[in-house]
């Protein structure tokens, strides 16, 4: 009897773990990007999760990239994971809200001339903003929000199904990142996706949706090391690309300045075990001046999740796993 007992339990648990394990399968993820080379990982680690399931990928065009070779990237990582012609592919907004195109010309040129050199020019089928919505509203979605907030902000009241939002943006208590790329920028508190729309940013954060946040104050903690790009290495096509957008990054990698900011925020959003976060009103300034965009706690603000603490181990080995995972069937272009 005892033993009958003990098979019945073994049976259920493992009754469970599939269920669970195919709940998390069916998990619908939408990517806006701006696809800078951080958004370039993240998206090759969620394309490559065989947990999710990437629904969309909207590329915006306010942010560190432009938007055509957002496009052509996306085009070609979709290829690299075999699933062109299965994630819809969309042009979002190319305007902030209010204010201009901070990102330098001289940072989006490099980025232009890295995408020539890394990728071909694949035909790239767009899905039309109203076709990509409609198909959207079809399931629950997990928003992971790696750029300026510019489409979110604009399409929001035409998204009824987004579940919960992660945003890689802000710096609560830590100094900003804009003097990384504009060494004489006055503005010493703001990060770059809130900055380059900050008027968007305080609306999604307004907003009834359930977001996490995932500010500089968290990537600080988790540096892209250059043991984890060792471990990266391999002889699939996805390592070699991996190889090839990090080779030229390696200064500033050893220095500690290149942190998984993207790729974090992805790991999050589809394993909340990984972190812990906390409620916190936080304000987007506005106004322009030295503080545009700095997202600071106000006690007149929406609380929303910010995390406040991450398992770095946990995130760089599931990133390493994940990133050299074999489940999908990889092209070799």
Known sequence: MTDKKGFTRCLIAIILLVVSMVISANQALIIDTDMGSDDWIATLYLL???AVTVKGIIITGDGASEQGDGIRMAAYLLNLTSQQGTVLLTRGESHPITGHQPYPPSYRQANHEEVQRLTPNLNT??????IFIHQMQQTDNIYIALGPLTTLA???GLHPRIQHV???GGAINVAGNIPYLLPHSSNKVAEWNIYSDPVAAQRVFNSDLAITLVPLDITQQVPLSSTTVKRLSGHSPITHFLQQVLAPRLPSIKRGEYQLWDPLAAILAINPSFY???LLPIQVITQQGASWGNTQQSAQAKPIGVVTHVNTTMVT???VKTLKNKTFKNNVL
Request: aromatic residues 10%; charged residues 15%.
């Open 48 to 50: 490559n999760n065989p």
């Open 125 to 130: 089928h767009l899905t039309s903003k109203t």
């Open 154 to 156: 604009k399409w929001q």
């Open 166 to 168: 992660y945003v890689m």
């Open 276 to 278: 812990q976060q906390t």
């Open 317 to 319: 080995d599931h990133l």
